[in-house]
């Protein structure tokens, strides 16, 4: 098994010795945002299967009717475990093409308590605009790339 | 490989299909639509041997490149030890087309790669 990081190694073992599989969730945040400069509380329980995280993939979902590449259309903050951890707080851009070479999960490397908050923020940069200027609505997702026992 | 035939801008087409017996284990997956832009909005909801594999609105273009990649590098990959059962199991999914329509021919077909790998 991959881990998520080394001193969970001996959690994983335990949970195999008890028959119990680690297996691939994705969880899902997704954030609408239709003011600009809007701020959005995120609070979430994370399901209690969910063990680990791995990675974080954040970007706006589907087309905005720009006339360029935005390089920060906002930022997000999380913080996951109840508070316990920051690991990310970094912006989200919003490119043309629908497709690059490859899309990446940024590697983080958390444990998750079982049933514990996954909470922060995603803050609006106001950049989402069209060739006129007026300010378009838009929808972020932001992707934990999670293990979970089952 | 799994094809997917999408009539209209929006539709939301559920397909089943089985993976090949010889096979162990999945090993990667690689969504491919005739369109780059074809991926705004649309998402994969996939189940394999009755595990979830992508929840409700995972969207399509993180299972995708463009062309410059290599055929091999395509693929999203799955961990090394992490068990996605072939051998037979049952695929089930919902691909929900994103309604973009701007240089979009419909009908048009979504392919879903599959790279499979026997596991001793």
């Known amino acids: ?150 | 490989m799994i094809k997917v035939k999408v009539e209209t801008p929006g539709q939301v087409v559920r397909f089943s299909a089985a993976t090949d017996k010889l096979y162990s284990k999945v090993e990667g997956i690689y969504v491919s639509l005739p369109k780059d832009e074809s991926h705004y909005n649309t998402t994969i909801e996939l189940r394999i041997a009755e595990n979830e594999v992508f929840p409700e609105g995972f969207e399509t273009r993180l299972l995708a490149t463009n062309q410059s990649a290599s055929p091999n590098e395509r693929f999203m990959m799955f961990d090394n030890d992490e068990l996605v059962e072939a051998a037979g199991s049952i695929i089930e999914g919902r691909f929900s087309d994103g309604g973009y329509t701007d240089g979009i021919v419909f009908p048009y077909t979504a392919n879903i790669y599959l790279k499979l790998k026997n596991v001793q």
């Open chain 1, 1 to 150: 098994m991959e881990l998520c990081f080394p001193t969970l190694r001996t959690f994983i073992s335990n949970l195999k010795m008890f028959n119990k599989m680690i297996i691939r969730r994705y969880f899902i945040l997704t954030i609408t945002i239709t003011k600009k400069g809007q701020t959005v509380l995120i609070d979430r329980v994370v399901p209690s299967h969910i063990v680990c995280c791995k990675g974080i993939h954040a970007s706006v979902i589907g087309f905005l009717a720009t006339e360029h590449e935005i390089q920060h259309v906002g930022e997000f903050s999380l913080i996951l475990s109840s508070g316990s951890v920051h690991p990310i707080h970094y912006s989200v851009g919003y490119s043309k093409q629908p497709l690059m070479k490859n899309n990446r999960f940024m590697p983080i490397h958390e444990e998750i308590a079982s049933g514990s908050h996954i909470s922060g923020f995603y803050q609006d940069a106001g950049t989402a605009k069209d060739g006129n200027g007026i300010f378009l609505p838009y929808r972020v997702n932001i992707y934990l790339d999670c293990k979970a026992q089952k």
